[in-house]
């Protein structure tokens, strides 16, 4: 088992800059994919941003170029940098851990993001 530990998140007004960070309480030597997903009131969960071990981030169309994923393996951590916020950009934004082989799905207990207009 793996516990997700989120921080930051909470309320900006538009065009400001928050950053969250997740935390696993273990390391895995197994390829994984970490990042953010995020749901917003009577709409579906999405993905955010996410990046494997192969180093490539992957972000949604609508954050790219305004937010910045980024890991620390030896912390086991992943941040999320995300600036010039607009006020859809507000939603539970959960950590999202995926271990392969055996397939692992992780997920932490979301933080909130609102964003004014």
């Known amino acids: 088992q793996v516990q997700l530990v989120e921080s930051g998140g909470g309320l900006v007004q538009a065009g400001g800059s928050l950053r969250l960070s997740c935390a696993a309480s273990?390391?895995?030597?197994?390829?994984?994919?970490m990042g953010w997903y995020r749901q917003a009131p009577g709409k579906q969960r999405e993905l955010v941003a996410v990046?494997?071990?192969?180093?490539?981030?992957n972000y949604a169309d609508s954050v790219k170029g305004r937010f910045t994923i980024s890991r620390d393996s030896a912390k086991n951590t992943v941040t999320l940098q995300m600036s010039s916020l607009k006020p859809e950009d507000t939603a539970v934004y959960y950590c999202?851990?995926?271990?392969?082989?055996?397939?692992?799905?992780?997920w932490g207990q979301g933080t909130q993001v609102t964003v004014s207009s």
């Open positions: 273990r390391a895995t030597l197994r390829i994984n994919v």
């Open positions: 990046l494997g071990t192969g180093g490539i981030p």
């Open positions: 999202n851990l995926k271990i392969m082989i055996p397939y692992e799905d992780y």
